[in-house]
């Protein structure tokens, strides 16, 4: 007994000292986050970041070569110590190569992350269904320019034929319907096209056409990858990455695309807003509610309701001056982008959030909720609540009040009474960071029309004009999630500075966005401070940010729709492939980015990733994403961890397309003529 004491003794010193070792400076550059960590820690409240330090990765997980797709493993493939010499002999028991284990896990990520986003955007698809025949009262069609601008990509006529000859406009809740209906047969269809792919450049499209690439519907690539990764099909990892870009497609072409269009049709087309980000938009005197998780389809429900005069009332009454609504993860982007409510923080700061002691309720619906703010929640008086049937937490005290689409509001006004009901069982101090940032967001790729070009031309050609004169190097898209293996923001940050501070534009969605936001890049004047002089002079004349907020990670279709745009409006190539852009996922982890990340490439895009990448232990595999597939799709893989050089890759294939179009030149005139003005200025 006495020795079980003493070892109890050495654990706990232990975890003492490592808790002193990483001070909240190195787990993250965000100043809330830091507070938060900090007070978790006075509060002995566990959090991912303790966690981090105490559980290491697998070292051969890591690499992508362990397979359990049997039961006569696990195999492990890791690299030797010493390096391969001569022949790799690696193999599983079956004969499984490291390249085919790696090439297989790598697949699934891509299903899961394309099953993730295709099924929120079924979801979608099956509301706007109920609402265009009119089965709810809570959800209506909302902008119907968009979806008139949708429907012939669903094939569904916006005009018919009158009785003499005529041309005459077709009732829009019959259009509506008919959208609904074929959006919907997209993730049943077994064979043909998912109809959306056809939006993409003409040669993109033909590329893909002569590959066999094209998804012929949403769900069946999904599937596939899951039978072809079973155990002894199909072990030939070129053929396995091409099954990934089907269903990779099948995502960024279709199912994201589809549940962005429409959400757009639903709730409404984003357009350029105010608002700000931090866990500083609590109020200590508020009921506050954070919303977490994905899906609008229940947070605009709760903002609705929220809104109530009696739940108002009912909030006086118990003594709280109102309530504050705060965004988690992508659901903040979604109520942020259409209302404007303030985002709380990104996916490493939920269990912070809950530690401020202000949080009444989290409602969180599917994907990136960790179970461990069940956990955390029980040292607080806030309550979890779990909205839907395919996601709920065993852990904790959590509270289930499952969301219909049929019932929706009420379901919602359910929620925000239970959360104000729990205003008075605060029981810890609350202290809340006083650090938010102000943001522009609400960047669509019909905002970006219209803010680029102005009300009455609106177009993407003084876009392209910037490009091609050289005040504007390239595009980035950067994107993507925390990771508790890197230090909170600090990745997202320092990438997207330097890439503005090269005049490189950033486009950005998801937890980067929200990174973004809370480092005040997302403001107009930020282009002053922080951007090269080229792109410093387009973002004051034309009055945005230099880096533009387009959404949740579903929403980076908008990025593929943006890009899409430039090719069409001409005179920088013909494909995607061509434009001097890239993308990047400074800090990623989700099997979701994966998804983007290879619809990117397939897209003809050169994509980086920050953090890791499971495929270092099969060196053919890693070599077909890193170098082959630029020779088939004209964009590729990368992986680098360190931001400033990540960056620098970016750039470098950003001047490498500039140089194939023969634009090179132009910069180096703009960038002469700013330093002579500057001369003349300071003379
Ligand atoms: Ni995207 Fe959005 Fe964030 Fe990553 Fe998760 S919230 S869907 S997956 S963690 S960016
Ligand atoms: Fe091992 Fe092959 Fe089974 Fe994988 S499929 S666990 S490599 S025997």
Redesign the pocket.
Known sequence: MATEEAKEKVKAIAKEKKKKVVSPGDLTIDPASMKMIERSRELDVETIFDRAETMKPCNIGIQGTC????A????RLPLPKSGIQGEDTRK???G?TPET?AARNFARMVAAGAAAHSDHGRGVAETFLAAARKETQDYKIKDTNKLLEIAPDFGVDITVEGENGEILDRDIDEIAVEVGERALAQWGQQTGEVCTVKRAPAPRYELWKKLGVIPRGIDREIVEIMHRTH??VDQDYENLVMQCTRAAIADGWGGSMIATDLQDVLFGCPYPLKSSANLGVLKQDHVNIIIHGHEPLLSEMIVQAAELPEMLELAKEKGAKGIQLAGICCTANEILMRHGVPLAGNYLQQELAIVTGAVDAMVVDVQCIMESVANVAQCFHTKIITTNPRARIASGDVLHIEFDEHTAFEDAKKIVRTAIENFPNREKEVIIPDNDSDLIAGFSYEAINYHLGGTFRASYTPLNDNIINGRIRGIAGVVGCNNARTSLDSGHITIVKELIKHDVIVLTTGCNAIACAKAGLLTPESAKVFCGPGLAEVCEAVGIPPVLHMGSCVDNSRILMAATKVVKTGGLGNDISELPVAGSAPEWMSEKAISIGHYFVASGVYTVFGVTLPVSGAPKFEHHLYKELEQIYGGMWDMEPDPIKHAHKMIAHIDKKRKALGIDRARERVLMSMADRRELEAA
């Open positions: 397979c359990k797709n049997c006569q493993g696990p195999c599983g028991l079956c499984a284990i155990m002894g």
